[in-house]
């Protein structure tokens, strides 16, 4: 019988231990989405103790305390810190098989090198104990990252945020990278009337123009694309239900635009045809610029109306959505590819339904300029776990070639979740090492430790080239 999480935890063959061990396990990281706050890394910030940094906006948490029974109060209420951190203590032995379980005591060791499962019973000793280290300088979150050798971090930025925080790391000369990512879902968000024009009059006042029509709209939000450009910004990012690809003219975006500025209620289709339009030029913008563009799909979002009217969005309250994917995706990126102004992509799912639909998909569109120019990207918030992992990883090698793949990301509002990196790294292992061993793949060690250590690390280094 196996220990819990010894050093060879999830590798399963001889030829996956030498794979991870030998090649995958000092790689540095380069977490190239993810939701950190960048004020906390300009300041170097100490969390004051275990629950701030753990349990403060982690909603894969408040779920699992949700549906252990755990009342409001002690997730997202006013209970002191270290109340909530017994509940969540309470909750950990319950969410075994979910890998919750496996990231909080990966994460433990990794960062405070505890060894006790967290339970009722240790919750007071753990909690005490980290929570003195964390306010010594060793655990600045500059530090935390130091310590997991992170070497990029790209964090995800609205387009009216004035990169104030990136601006004074690169000043300070932090040698990690943090650079910004631009994400303009609120900028194409039809469907609220009232919040958009409140977007417009910020971009208004920002831009210090007025918009008066949707060509003073593009070119204003274009400023902020070219701002992002100058401060290192060389990632857009979606997060998308489903792709927009709905044909329109220009007259018709023009009196829907009108509508908008006159707080007058859209038809779907007139909201389908503005968002069509919006991420179409998007997309000119990024290929213009030669950025990445990622494009997060199949999230159904704020689906609990009684809680999201307490505690506000990305609180737990989401799931996957079973959207129709194929035919606005294929148009979109062909509309793009028709006139040779498709950037590098890369398509995240949340619906396993549709791995082999997207992996397929993303063929389609590349055409030898770069390898991998076109990516199906890596398991996705509820998929990114063992079984999430492995099946994404096998649709993308059954479809397409894995050996081309950018690898994993955090996507995480955590400083302690680099440790992900690490189990997609022991999964990926495992599965080459499996193959190996079983015959299906020859036993060039060589060869397929290239080939991890391409996939963890140097694939991304190449495909994003940050500078």
């Not at 967290?118 to 060793?138: F, G, M, N, R």
């Not at 990632?235 to 018709?252: K, R």
């Not at 069509?276 to 494009?295: A, I, P, R, T």
Request: contains cysteine.
């Amino acid at each position: 019988m196996k220990n819990f999480l010894d050093d060879d935890f999830l590798l399963t063959t001889d030829t996956a231990k030498t794979l991870y061990h030998s090649f995958a396990k000092g790689l540095p990281i380069i977490d190239y989405h993810c939701h950190l706050p960048p004020d906390q890394i300009a300041e170097d910030l100490n969390f004051k103790n275990l629950t701030q940094i753990w349990l403060y906006g982690d909603h894969y948490k408040w779920r699992a305390m949700r549906a252990n029974g755990i009342p409001e109060e002690y997730i997202t209420g006013d209970r002191s810190d270290y109340e909530k951190f017994e509940k969540w203590a309470e909750t950990v032995p319950y969410t075994i098989r979910n890998p919750l379980y496996h990231w909080t005591h990966l994460e433990l060791r990794r960062y405070f090198d505890v060894y006790d499962i967290l339970s009722p019973a240790t919750a007071k000793k753990i909690y005490d104990e980290c929570s003195e280290k964390l306010q010594t300088p060793e655990y600045s979150v500059r530090n935390l990252m130091r310590k997991m050798k992170v070497e990029m971090t790209g964090t995800t930025d609205d387009p009216l945020d004035d990169l104030a925080y990136h601006q004074k790391i690169k000043k300070d000369g932090f040698e990690i990278k943090v650079l910004p990512s631009f994400r303009p879902d609120k900028a194409m968000a039809a469907d609220n009337i009232q919040a958009l024009n409140e977007y417009i009059q910020k971009l208004e006042g920002l831009s210090k123009t007025r918009i008066l029509n949707f060509g003073d709209y593009l070119s204003a939000l274009k400023g902020r694309h070219n701002y992002f450009a100058e401060n290192g910004c060389s990632v857009s990012d979606h997060g998308l239900e489903q792709f927009y690809a709905e044909d329109y003219t220009d007259a018709e975006i023009d009196l829907i635009f009108k509508s908008i500025l006159s707080n007058e209620p859209l038809s779907h289709n007139q909201v389908l045809k503005f968002k069509s339009c919006m991420l179409f030029n998007l997309g000119l913008w990024d290929h213009e610029k030669g950025w990445v563009q990622q494009y997060h799909v199949g999230g159904l979002r704020n689906n609990n109306t009684r809680l999201l009217s307490k505690i506000g969005a990305d609180a737990g309250l989401d799931s996957i959505g079973d959207f129709s994917q194929g035919v606005a995706m294929t148009r979109f990126l062909n509309k793009l590819d028709m006139q040779d102004r498709l950037a590098k992509t890369i398509i995240y799912n949340l619906n396993p339904v549709d791995n082999e639909l997207i992996a397929a998909m993303t063929g389609n569109f590349n055409d030898g300029t770069v390898a991998g120019k076109v990516q199906f990207g890596s398991a996705w918030w509820f998929l990114d776990q063992k079984d999430g992992m492995i099946k994404q990883l096998n649709a993308l090698s059954n479809i397409g070639l894995l050996s081309r793949f950018v690898g994993m990301l955090t996507d995480s509002r955590s400083f302690l979740s680099y440790p992900r990196h690490e189990y997609f790294r022991r999964i990926l292992c495992d599965l080459i090492g499996k193959d190996v061993e079983n015959g299906e793949l020859p036993d060039d060690i060589e060869w397929l430790g290239k080939i991890v250590k391409d996939v963890c690390y140097y694939n991304a280094k190449a495909y994003f080239n940050f500078n």
